[in-house]
């Protein structure tokens, strides 16, 4: 990569961290993992809200992405101003996450850093990822279809950034 550290650092942010941010954090680990580019990625994820610090990912959405192949290990957190400076992006899953992380974006530079999920996606048309809480199974389904494709995407937009070819880069 371009940079002057191997790592290119990813924060996957929504209210609680314990469906949708955890889960785009398991997906695209297992995104980066399956291209060999394991080694080059940090990702994390955090909330907006810090009621659920400490705990670990949703149990619905933990069945639900194991169905899928993928584990989910975090731990609540919630986001904080040195993310900002840690993190080469900070994507967020809805329009409230993203008010939220905006105004706590210490200046314009942070702010760049700020997209919204859906902005990844290829094949699925969704205007922000759905909170699958409040749901059921269903909606769990949804948001892994929807973090799948937007998960692809992301690595691909990243990978053009650094100026490397998304399809051939295997180091």
Same mark, same amino acid.
């Not at 949708?20 to 394991?38: D, F, I, L, N, T």
């Not at 008010?99 to 105004?103: C, G, I, K, L």
């Given at each position: 990569?371009?940079?002057? =550290?191997?790592?290119?650092?990813?924060?996957?942010?929504?209210?609680?961290n314990?469906?949708?941010?955890?889960?785009?954090?398991? &997906?695209?680990?297992?995104?980066?993992? =399956?291209?060999?580019?394991?080694?080059r990625?940090?990702?994390?994820?955090?909330?907006?809200?810090?009621?659920?610090?400490?705990?670990? $990912?949703?149990?619905?959405?933990? #069945?639900?992405?194991? =169905?899928?192949?993928? =584990?989910?290990t975090?731990?609540? #957190?919630?986001?904080?101003?040195?993310?900002?400076?840690?993190?080469?992006?900070?994507?967020?899953?809805?329009?409230?996450?993203y008010?939220?992380?905006?105004?706590m $974006?210490?200046?314009?530079?942070?702010?760049?850093?700020?997209?919204?999920? &859906? *902005?990844?996606?290829?094949?699925?048309?969704?205007?922000? &990822?759905?909170?699958?809480?409040? *749901?059921g199974?269903?909606?769990?389904?949804? &948001?892994?279809?929807?973090?799948?494709?937007?998960?692809?995407?992301?690595?691909?937009?990243?990978?053009? *950034?650094?100026?490397?070819?998304?399809?051939? *880069?295997?180091?």
């Open positions: 990569m371009k940079k002057d =550290r191997a790592t290119y650092r990813l924060l996957f942010v929504c209210l609680g314990i469906c949708r941010s955890p889960a785009a954090e398991g &997906v695209m680990k297992a995104v980066v993992e =399956r291209a060999g580019q394991s080694d990625f940090e990702i994390d994820s955090a909330g907006t809200y810090g009621g659920h610090a400490g705990e670990g $990912a949703d149990p619905r959405m933990q #069945r639900a992405a194991s =169905r899928r192949g993928y =584990r989910l975090s731990r609540s #957190r919630r986001i904080r101003l040195d993310d900002f400076e840690h993190f080469d992006r900070i994507i967020v899953m809805d329009d409230s996450n008010e939220s992380v905006h105004r $974006a210490p200046d314009s530079d942070s702010v760049q850093k700020i997209y919204r999920m &859906v *902005e990844f996606c290829r094949h699925h048309r969704a205007s922000y &990822v759905p909170d699958p809480y409040y *749901e199974a269903e909606g769990f389904e949804i &948001v892994l279809d929807l973090l799948e494709d937007a998960c692809q995407g992301l690595y691909e937009d990243v990978m053009r *950034e650094e100026g490397l070819n998304p399809e051939t *880069e295997n180091v």
